[in-house]
């Protein structure tokens, strides 16, 4: 028997006659000698190649032998390569290969699926890539975009916008993942290569406004004699209690608030995180509560908007603004972090959890099963009695029998103005 060879040789091709498909070894494009017996008895011999097309692994026939030689099989092998990289099928035909708009849409569609419901993901995507990307990689198909077009469109904008280039890239590197998974083209213009050429220096990241802690008691007295529509004006307030993002806020809703219990559990999917958190309520939240239960209308929302459903996204920041507060509603959490670090001896993992952040150690976030509450609990009435006072005074955390004592004398008394 004929042993067979790691690289097929003129010699085995010829006087192979055992059935059976040969592969011609790795660097060969996938070449391949299939041997067999015809219906009348005849031994036959045929080359095809296995490629990848439209996401697809295919065999192409290139030919029989000996019409095909070996040599002649390893160059049509080639040639075939070489046209899908431009772009057309092996048969010479024109492919329909989509422009970086056409499969912008498509790699959407694959995520969509995977995003929150009412979450701003498709909305981020859609006017990222249209303000920077669309205009100069738009029309072009997928597989003639360069590593140097990918530069021209991130070099304008690494510098003074380097979050928000980023993200164009980390996006336009999304649809060429997904271009090269379908077969249109075999290498990302934007991966490594374009990320060792980019600029390292010359930026300095912007942090959104924020308060010093120290003001925040006095924005919370301004929002509340600002006449403002009383919703926004306890949306606002419960932002700043809580340390929660905006949206939080604005999409809370009654079933989630167990008031007996004190405490808010927002489900996952309207976390950042996507896993559910509990919020403890101070005595001042549960008092901000009791005053929107007044502005209930049937929806089920907590913070209803004037015509019924939830707050807008720009309601909040709106009102803050037109104050001339310097600082947004995200800073808020800012500023409880710096209050936490530098007024208390709370340890910087409960700060974190009740900033709802993950704990990026994951051997660490394994073993450590709890969310702190009652410890969180403690510290967030501490902020309420800080922001109470209107000062930074009390910076000692409060003992859990003086935070009982404390809510059961504020019971039923909630102060707003």
Not at 147 to 176: C, F, G, Y
Not at 245 to 250: A, D, F, L, P
Not at 355 to 382: G, K
Request: proline share 5%; with cysteine; charged share 30%.
């Amino acid at each position: 028997m004929m042993e067979r060879p790691y690289r097929l040789s003129a010699r085995f091709v010829a006087t192979i006659e055992r059935p059976g498909r040969y592969g011609d070894g790795r660097g060969s494009g996938g070449l391949s000698l299939l041997v067999k017996h015809t219906a009348r008895g005849h031994l036959a011999k045929s080359w095809a190649q296995r490629i990848r097309l439209d996401g697809r692994q295919r065999n192409l026939g290139i030919g029989s032998w000996p019409h095909v030689s070996l040599a002649e099989a390893r160059e049509k092998c080639a040639l075939n390569l070489a046209a899908r990289r431009r772009g057309e099928l092996v048969t010479g035909r024109k492919r329909a290969v989509p422009t970086f708009e056409e499969a912008l849409e498509k790699v959407i569609a694959v995520h969509r699926a995977g995003w929150k419901d009412g979450s701003k993901s498709e909305k981020d995507w859609r006017t990222t890539l249209r303000d920077y990307a669309v205009p100069r990689l738009g029309g072009r198909p997928v597989n003639r975009i360069t590593t140097s077009d990918v530069m021209q469109v991130l070099l304008p904008i690494w510098n003074e916008k380097r979050v928000t280039a980023r993200r164009v890239r980390h996006r336009i590197s999304a649809v060429m993942r997904w271009a090269v998974a379908q077969g249109y083209r075999e290498d990302n213009p934007a991966g490594e290569a374009i990320g060792a050429a980019l600029p390292k220096n010359g930026f300095r990241p912007r942090h959104l406004p924020a308060l010093p802690y120290a003001e925040v008691a006095g924005a919370l007295e301004q929002v509340r004699g600002s006449g403002a529509y009383p919703a926004t004006v306890l949306a606002f307030e419960f932002l700043v209690l809580t340390a929660c993002r905006s949206g939080e806020v604005r999409g809370a809703r009654w079933k989630e608030m167990d008031l007996e219990a004190r405490e808010w559990r927002i489900p996952a999917e309207r976390m950042k995180t996507g896993r559910e958190h509990r919020v403890p309520l101070s005595a001042r939240a549960l008092a901000v509560l009791r005053a929107a239960r007044g502005l209930g209308n049937g929806s089920g929302v907590v913070f209803p908007s004037a015509r019924g459903g939830r707050l807008s996204e720009m309601a909040i920041s709106k009102m803050v603004r037109e104050l001339g507060i310097g600082a947004v509603p995200h800073g808020f959490r800012s500023s409880f972090r710096d209050w936490a670090a530098e007024c208390t001896d709370a340890p910087r993992e409960v700060c974190e959890l009740a900033l709802a952040h993950v704990n990026t150690n994951r051997i660490e976030a394994a073993y450590r099963r709890t969310d702190l509450f009652e410890r969180r609990r403690a510290l967030m009435e501490q902020w309420a009695t800080f922001l109470d006072r209107g000062g930074p005074r009390g910076a000692r955390i409060l003992e859990r029998d003086e935070v009982e004592d404390r809510d059961s004398q504020n019971a039923g008394k909630p102060r707003l103005s």
